[in-house]
């Protein structure tokens, strides 16, 4: 399984963005996709998943209402919309895909928001 992140940059608080991940390979054994953040000098945190295409999501409290994970409807992308960026989501974004025996990680995606 590879996954490939695009869509990180440099913007300023209040706006948008979008990270996608293309995910290739054997995918049929995966059933959790999910996005981590690693702010400067801090641990990697959990900031949202979706479990078996969707039926279960999950959101840090920290990015609920502004963030937003779906999945395309052809192909395996996963996407991050979002929204009214802060100072404090500046971090490496990662995807990551989970399976029965092991996880998969991206190469990791930099967003910087500036106040």
């Known amino acids: 399984v590879q996954l490939v992140e695009s869509g990180g940059g440099l913007v300023q608080a209040g706006s948008s963005l979008r990270l996608s991940c293309e995910v290739s390979g054997d995918t049929a054994e995966l059933n959790a996709l999910a996005w981590y953040r690693q702010p400067p000098e801090k641990p990697r945190e959990l900031v949202a998943s979706?479990?078996?295409?969707?039926?279960?999501?999950y959101y840090a409290d920290s990015v609920k209402g502004r963030f937003t994970i779906s999945r395309s409807n052809v192909g395996n992308t996963l996407y991050l919309q979002m929204d009214n960026l802060k100072s404090e989501d500046t971090a490496v974004y990662y995807c990551?895909?989970?399976?029965?025996?092991?996880?998969?990680w991206g190469q990791g995606a930099q967003v910087t928001v500036t106040d």
């Open positions: 990551n895909a989970g399976g029965p025996k092991r996880d998969f």
């Open positions: 979706t479990v078996n295409n969707g039926a279960f999501i």
